[in-house]
């Protein structure tokens, strides 16, 4: 059996994190659109060798409905350099094959707090949970991420694992990102299961293979 390592978050070599839905709609589209996704990410992570890509995290919602996609860049600039030269041949490639994927939009994130349990969970789960603080002020946004850090640092839900809080570029958006082995019960969170990971050049610090045309990891 695989194990599928989850992304550390805290890494700090990623100068932004980029975080984006697919829906899909069915769970059948969801693991097809997944594994484009990551197939695609792998390819070109080993032609082109980009050294600002750290690593790709595919996860596929509980419902079957939505795969969301957690990137860690070493910069934005890199990142947006990249994706002009190559996501629009990428992405004309996986709607071919998956027509109808709709996409909301990616959001640039920055980490404003990380939450160690003092009882730690698993954090070798395959299962996150992911809650947003959707189009707030910016002022809105700080202050729900450091509120949701105080609450989870004073109670925890049972089986988290480190917890890492966002907030968006602009400032406008708070996001959760926390392992869990319990996913029932974390109020407004959206479970997510780890489909597969693609390791970029410079992704040895996080104990991940880097891309060489093998590395996209897949339950």
Do not use: K
């Not at 790709?56 to 860690?72: H, I, K, M, T, Y």
């Not at 925890?156 to 890492?164: L, N, T």
């Not at 891309?211 to 990891?217: F, H």
Request: with cysteine.
């Amino acid at each position: 059996m695989t194990t599928l390592q989850l992304p550390d978050l805290a890494r700090p070599d990623a100068g932004t994190t980029l975080i984006s839905e697919w829906i899909v709609d069915t769970p059948e589209r969801q693991d097809r659109a997944g594994r484009a996704l990551l197939g695609e990410w792998d390819e070109l992570s080993a032609r082109f060798r980009p050294e600002a890509f750290l690593r790709l995290s595919c996860f596929a919602s509980a419902d079957g409905r939505v795969l969301l996609s957690v990137a860690q860049w070493a910069s934005d600039e890199a990142h947006l350099a990249f994706v002009r030269e190559h996501r629009a041949e990428m992405v004309g490639r996986i709607d071919r094959e998956i027509p109808g994927i709709r996409r909301p939009g990616l959001v640039r994130y920055r980490l404003a707090h990380t939450v160690v349990p003092d009882s730690v969970g698993d954090d070798t789960t395959d299962v996150i949970v992911v809650a947003r603080a959707e189009s707030e002020p910016a002022s809105h946004a700080a202050r729900w991420a450091e509120a949701t850090a105080d609450r989870l640092r004073a109670a925890p839900h049972p089986g988290m694992g480190s917890a890492h809080v966002f907030v968006s570029e602009n400032g406008a958006r708070g996001l959760l990102y926390a392992p869990v082995t319990q996913a029932n019960g974390v109020a407004g969170a959206r479970p997510y299961r780890l489909l597969g990971t693609v390791a970029g050049p410079g992704a040895v610090a996080d104990g991940a293979r880097p891309a060489d045309g093998g590395s996209a990891r897949r339950a």
